[in-house]
């Protein structure tokens, strides 16, 4: 009896000291961090540059990856770089400018050129049109219209968007003579819509020949959400620490073939289809890892009592937010590394038995996997000799490494974003697709990723789909934000 009550106590006494943790420590997070100072504003014509995106919306730099349209895309590149030059011809006149395949690299030399240098980076090429979509568009996709505050087209966000801003920030501090500090080089990829071997690949290859390295990259991939969560209408700024591995798995499946009206029990499509059903079956390692973890805390502030306790409490309720998270694809993606069954093949008539039958498979890779453990952890699933497991030549990567949220880049780039957005609070994440800032990853300390522009949570859409445009009072604020990283790093 005395024994039942001792434990009694005990497990009472456990309730109460997780209690008083869970409350302190939602207590603790009651009050966001301190926000950099907002800085001095800085006057800038968003209807000029509004103009010049526009205009650089209307070069069809389209990449479908090879084929029929190459050479059309050459073109609007070569005119595009044409246009560039001519629309900024300070920035032009004080940095070295290079055509490397058919992207740009510009050298600002810094007063002090024996400090590592920085990069900016933007893509000049756009994703397609979905054919069949382009009555859905409220201004056709290629037209650069600006109506009813916006700056409409394929591109005006992605990329050309962060493109414009850069060299128009660039632009203004050369027209004053300012020279930077430290060298800034900014990267302007031709096929980061297709994988960016021949642009950026080509750049970085280049760059480590001649033994470059830079103190932190800044690419696209982070936003400013206008709900970093649901119900939460206040700003931040989502600042992308890394990005998911990119890798596509071919599943060839043998069996006997012949004809369909003597069907063995050896059929390769079957064992296909068991195949694909094992991958995805067996999902990999998921859960909350330290970037969502510190997400979450940025975020905890800002909501209400009963929702801080979840957020500021993952160590007990992590579980919880994994079952939230995986509910929604978009969040889904970065607990673990997806599996994606996109391509399935075989056969030739309907009364032949097909003795090989394909799937392709694309996976994006959480940082806890690699390459290697994957390719095994699809191989251990399917257990099937008689499938043979192909990696593609699909420009595969490796999930990015995660930078260093108390490293001096991001430090940085959160007080340059918090003078620049009316100290908005700054939280890490991971970018579920692929960049061009990965080719960067082996001659960077850093590599950082943020499209300075908002993003209410319907705008995600535009991005590679229908109306994507870009608000002209977005356009301000995120020239000033280039130009104060420009001049205050030193
Ligand atoms: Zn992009």
Partial sequence: MKRVLLAGLGVVGIIVVVLAIVIARTMML????????????????????????????????????????????????????????????????????????????????????????????????????????????SHPPFSGDISGGYVWGRGAVDDKGCLIMILEAAERLASTGFTPTRTVMVAAGQDEEVGGAGGNGVIAATLAQRGVHFAWVLDEGGMILDEPFPGVLRPMASVSIAEKGYLTLELVAHGEGGHSSRPTHDMAVVRLAQAVLSVVDHPFASGLDDIQREKYEAIAPFVPFPQRMLLANLWLTGPIMDRVMETQPELAARLHTTIAPTILAAGIKDNVIPPEARATINFRLHPRDTIESAIAHVRKAID??????????????????????????????????????????????????????????????????????HFAPDDLHMIHGTNERLAIRDIGPAVGFYMRVIQDWK
């Fill in 384 to 453: 099937d000799p008689k499938v043979d497991v192909i990696e593609s030549k699909e420009s595969p990567s490796e999930a990015s490494k995660v930078a260093d949220i108390h490293g001096r880049a991001y430090t940085f780039l959160t007080e340059e974003i918090q003078r620049s957005f009316n100290g908005i609070p700054v939280a890490p994440d991971i970018t579920t697709g692929a960049t061009d800032s990965r080719h960067y990853l082996g001659i960077a300390d850093d590599v950082l990723r943020l499209d300075p522009f």
């Fill in 30 to 137: 009651a009050r966001p961090p301190a926000a950099a100072p907002a800085g001095a504003p800085i006057a800038v014509n968003a209807i000029g540059v509004a103009q010049h995106l526009a205009q650089a919306v209307r070069f069809k730099t389209i990449s479908y990856g090879g084929g029929a349209h190459e050479d059309e895309k050459n073109a609007a590149l070569d005119a595009m770089r044409n246009w560039l030059a001519k629309t900024y011809p300070n920035f032009h006149r004080v940095a070295k400018r290079e055509v490397i395949g058919k992207s740009l690299l510009f050298t600002w030399k810094g007063q002090n050129p024996n400090l590592p240098p920085v990069l900016l980076m933007a893509h000049m090429d756009v994703v397609p049109v979905v054919p069949g979509t382009e009555k859905d568009w």
